[in-house]
């Protein structure tokens, strides 16, 4: 149906072909494309990509700065390979603590909105979608690939509520890096899905298994 930015927010999950398309269109995006695929991959809100700094990363495992009042967030994760080369890759700029740095100065990216509205005339025709939703789908995904939902929960840094938020005070690490190496996984599939040919193969292979 028609998208007219109500009737969809706060549900919208973007299909295996958008996400293939954007992730196309997001390599000669610069900064905001990183972020972008930085996003998709790690199911964080959009602030704290933007405001990650090259001192929060120690051996591959990021510390998620809290603001005073925040609710919660994931607290730290251990990044898989395919976020730490994106990372890698980042120019770093003398003087700007940030990974994801402003054109100019010495703060973090922040040139959102101008910067997806060029995107958007780069994809085909899709509808409406908004940053947030990258969040949501990496949590669609993320159920996908078999993360529990409790430990997707603690990737996106929810809070657990009542009785078993008291007595629950493990921390996940270890499963949190393990539901991101089943996104990245996943994300890779999607973007680089298999020759048809050799899915045609594996799937006549089970027919046969089942016959035995």
Known sequence: GRYNGKENAGTRVLSDDEIRALWKATDDQGTFGAMLKVLLLTAQRKDKVATMRWDDLVDDQWTILSEEREKSNAGSLQLPQAVIDIIEAQPRIAGNPYVFAAG???GPFN?????????D???????KWTIHDLRR?????MA???????????????????VEGVYDQHDYGPEKAQAL????????QIINPPPKAKVDQLDEHRRKRRRV
Not at 111 to 119: D, G, H, M, P, T
Not at 121 to 127: E, N, V
Request: aromatic content about 2%.
């Open 104 to 106: 100019k100065g010495n």
């Open 111 to 119: 040139s959102f909105s101008q910067r997806k509205e060029e995107l």
């Open 121 to 127: 005339a780069k994809l085909p025709r899709m509808p």
């Open 137 to 141: 789908t990496a949590k669609t995904l």
């Open 144 to 162: 996908r690939a078999g993360v529990l939902p409790h430990v997707s929960e603690q990737v996106l840094g929810h809070t657990i509520k009542g």
């Open 181 to 188: 190496e089943q996104l990245a996984a996943l994300v890779e």
